[in-house]
T-cell receptor, first 115, second 117 residues
Framework: EAGVTQSPTHLIKTRGQQVTLRCSPI?????VYWYQQALGLGLQFLLWYDEGEERNRGNFPPRFSGRQFPNYSSELNVNALELEDSALYLC??????????????FGPGTRLTVL | AQKVTQAQTEISVVEKEDVTLDCVYETRDTTYYLFWYKQPPSGELVFLIR??????QNEISGRYSWNFQKSTSSFNFTITASQVVDSAVYFC??????????????FGKGITLSVRP
């Protein structure tokens, strides 16, 4: 069974640009999570999507947004990139939204560098 | 608010040594889950174990074992007879049950384990 996949693997952008990161969950999983792992800041929760809706977001500005498609894949969009957005962006999927008991499984991440 | 503390930042051991990675958590919830993930240099977080707040039984899986103690709010991870392949960053994480908060994992800062041959 295929795991969580993310694309692209690496990305280099300049300040002020916009970027879109993509995530495909494990087959059968309906919940998708995004986390940011920036140097020195650890792993921080960004966004949670389930059944096409944004269910929760972390303490990030509105220029971080995303969506979930009918096939449960997801995009993370970051507008007006800033240097501190340089990070590894990890996507995770979970089986269902009925409870918190399911485990989140992570993809390989997208390494974003903002110059 | 939920919080996970991994006080050790870096640990270096020689192969075949046993090593324990500490994790202390804070939560106001009575129902929660604790997790350990491994992050090798490739970057992907690999799920190792999940434990719910009502199950304090220790667990052993091969060379890995976990000690969950609610009395001290700790969920420690021991690797027995460490191997070079165990070198990675290890994260402890917490997920709470309360509505709205059950949607995310709160991670500790991670512990970088280096196992030397």
């Amino acid at each position: 069974e295929a795991g969580v996949t993310q694309s692209p693997t690496h990305l280099i952008k300049t300040r002020g640009q916009q970027v879109t990161l993509r995530c495909s969950p494990i087959s059968g999983h309906t919940s998708v999570y995004w986390y940011q792992q920036a140097l020195g800041l650890g792993l921080q929760f960004l966004l949670w999507y389930d059944e096409g809706e944004e269910r929760n977001r972390g303490n990030f500005p509105p220029r971080f947004s995303g969506r979930q498609f009918p096939n449960y894949s997801s995009e993370l969009n970051v507008n007006a990139l800033e240097l501190e957005d340089s990070a590894l962006y990890l996507c995770a999927s979970r089986l269902g939204s009925g409870g918190f008991t399911d485990t989140q499984y992570f993809g390989p991440g997208t390494r974003l560098t903002v110059l | 608010a939920q919080k996970v503390t991994q006080a050790q930042t870096e640990i270096s051991v020689v192969e075949k040594e046993d090593v324990t990675l500490d994790c202390v958590y804070e939560t106001r919830d009575t129902t929660y889950y604790l997790f350990w993930y491994k992050q090798p240099p490739s970057g992907e977080l690999v799920f190792l174990i999940r434990r719910n707040s009502f199950d304090e039984q220790n667990e052993i899986s091969g060379r890995y074992s976990w000690n969950f103690q609610k009395s001290t709010s700790s969920f420690n991870f021991t690797i027995t007879a460490s191997q070079v392949v165990d070198s990675a960053v290890y994260f402890c994480a917490l997920s709470e049950a309360r509505t709205g908060a059950n949607s995310k994992l709160t991670f500790g800062k991670g512990i970088t384990l280096s196992v030397r041959p």
